[in-house]
C-alpha cells in the first residue's frame, strides 16, 4: 500500500539545538515527497519538496530535508532551531489512487522548541 | 496576490441542517480537493476535482457533496451534517494532483 508515516507524535527540541522530524514513505515507482507546516489557526504552508536530483533538498525558513532512498525516509532537519519553529509539520507523498495522482499526508509531528 | 480563500472560518451547527463551505483560488489552477484535519489522524482526501465538472472522491466521501462549475470555485456541502462531521476542513488546489498545494486557511466547523 501507498502511505507515509511520521513515527513521532512529539518532538521537543531546545533553542539552537538542530531539529529532525521524522519520515517514512511506502511508494511504488520513484517518490515524489513534500514537507508542509502548520502554525497555529492557519492552513498548511510548503516548505519543499524532492522530485530527482541531490538528495538534500534545502527549501523555506532556513529548513531542509534528506532523501534516502535505501531507507525509504525523507526526514526534515534544521541546523538550529528557533521557538518560532514551533508548529504542527506533515510529510506528504505522491501517490496514484485509482488512476489519478494526489497528495497523501502523515499524521503529523507537533514539533515544539523550548526557550 | 495568489490565494485560496475560504469562508465561512468557523461555523456552528445542528445536526441536519445543510450547510456549503465556499472556496475559491485565483491561481487558474486546475486541480482543487477538500481536506478534513482531525487529531491523530492527519489530513484525509474528502472529494478532488481535475477540472470543471470533474470530481471524484477521496478517502472519507461519505456525507459530503462537492460541485466544480467554475475552475476557480469548488463548494463543500453537506446535506445533513452529523456531530461525526465536526473537524477542520481545508480547501487546497495545485496544477495537478500530485503536485505542490496550496491551501486555504481552513473551515473550523461544529455540529451539535
Known amino acids: 500500500a501507498q502511505s507515509v508515516a511520521q513515527p513521532e507524535d512529539q518532538v521537543n527540541v531546545a533553542e539552537g539545538n538542530p531539529l529532525t522530524v521524522k519520515c517514512t514513505y511506502s511508494v511504488s515507482g520513484n517518490p515524489y515527497l513534500f514537507w508542509y507546516v502548520q502554525y497555529p489557526n492557519r492552513g498548511l504552508q510548503f516548505l519543499l519538496k524532492?522530485?530527482?536530483?541531490?538528495?538534500l533538498v534545502k527549501g523555506s525558513y532556513g529548513f531542509e530535508a534528506e532523501f534516502n532512498k535505501s531507507q525509504t525516509s525523507f526526514h526534515l532537519k534544521k541546523p538550529s532551531a528557533l521557538v518560532s519553529d514551533s508548529a504542527l509539520y506533515f510529510c506528504?507523498?505522491?501517490?496514484?489512487?485509482?488512476?489519478?495522482?494526489?497528495?497523501?499526508f502523515g499524521s503529523g509531528t507537533q514539533l515544539t522548541v523550548l526557550p | 496576490e495568489a490565494q485560496v480563500t475560504q469562508n465561512p472560518r468557523y461555523l456552528i451547527t445542528v445536526t441536519g441542517k445543510k450547510l456549503t463551505v465556499t472556496c475559491s483560488q485565483n491561481?487558474?489552477?486546475?486541480?482543487m480537493s477538500w481536506y478534513r484535519q482531525d487529531p491523530g489522524l492527519g489530513l484525509r482526501q474528502i472529494y478532488y476535482?481535475?477540472?470543471?465538472?470533474?470530481?471524484d472522491k477521496g478517502d472519507v466521501p461519505e456525507g459530503y457533496k462537492v460541485s466544480r462549475k467554475e475552475k476557480r470555485n469548488f463548494p463543500l456541502i453537506l446535506e445533513s451534517p452529523s456531530p461525526n462531521q465536526t473537524s477542520l476542513y481545508f480547501c487546497?488546489?495545485?496544477?495537478?494532483?500530485?503536485?505542490?498545494?496550496?491551501f486555504g486557511p481552513g473551515t473550523r466547523l461544529t455540529v451539535l
Open positions: 476535482s481535475m477540472n470543471v465538472e470533474v470530481t
Open positions: 524532492y522530485i530527482t536530483g541531490d538528495n
Open positions: 487546497a488546489s495545485s496544477t495537478g494532483g500530485g503536485d505542490t498545494q496550496y
Open positions: 491561481m487558474n489552477h486546475e486541480y
Open positions: 506528504a507523498v505522491r501517490v496514484t489512487f485509482r488512476s489519478a495522482r494526489q497528495l497523501t
